[in-house]
């Protein structure tokens, strides 16, 4: 637990100083992972994966996060869905989906998370009711270290970005929309059909 003795001034440039660290290695995990996934694009090494059994495991490693936020975090309970992918690539692709909405959900809210099977393709859907991207920023905020006007949260501008681009390994598409309830953000991934991505 933190405590500080000082003076408010003292204890708030503190904490502006360990912020700073935080998003200077977060920054640097993930422009990492941009360079892994330029080797990992030539290498090509793709197996079948369970995307369902994959989002169940993300979940689970994010779950006390979310719990520590009071967010409610929920996979349905029929998610299905294999992919031919890179594992590791799909892992972080969730994993930067999921964590984007547990930081913007606010406490009492819900991250609701689906894998469905279609004659299309696998689908991950990842749904919160948090504030939202207006309509008119969505497509910019797959640029790289674009943060848009509802950036309240810490973050670097690169988890979209890094999405976008795991999921056009894949043949994937990614499409951002409003959930039917209204308010929040629905991302939704649509693989290609094992054998043509």
Known sequence: ??????????????LQITRGVDCAAHLMEQLLTLARLDREAVAGRFVDVDLADLVADVLAALAPEARGRGISLALDDASRGCVLGNRDGLAVLVRNLVDNAIRYTPCGGHVEVAVTATEQGAVLTVADDGPGIPPGERRRVFDRFYRGGTAAVGGCGLGLSIVQR???????????????????????????PQGTG
């Open 1 to 14: 637990v933190y405590q500080c003795d000082w003076s408010s001034d003292v204890c708030s440039s503190d």
């Open 166 to 192: 795991i999921a056009k390994l894949h043949g994937a598409g990614v499409e951002l929309s409003t959930p039917a309830a209204g308010i929040g953000l629905e991302v939704r991934v649509q693989f290609p």
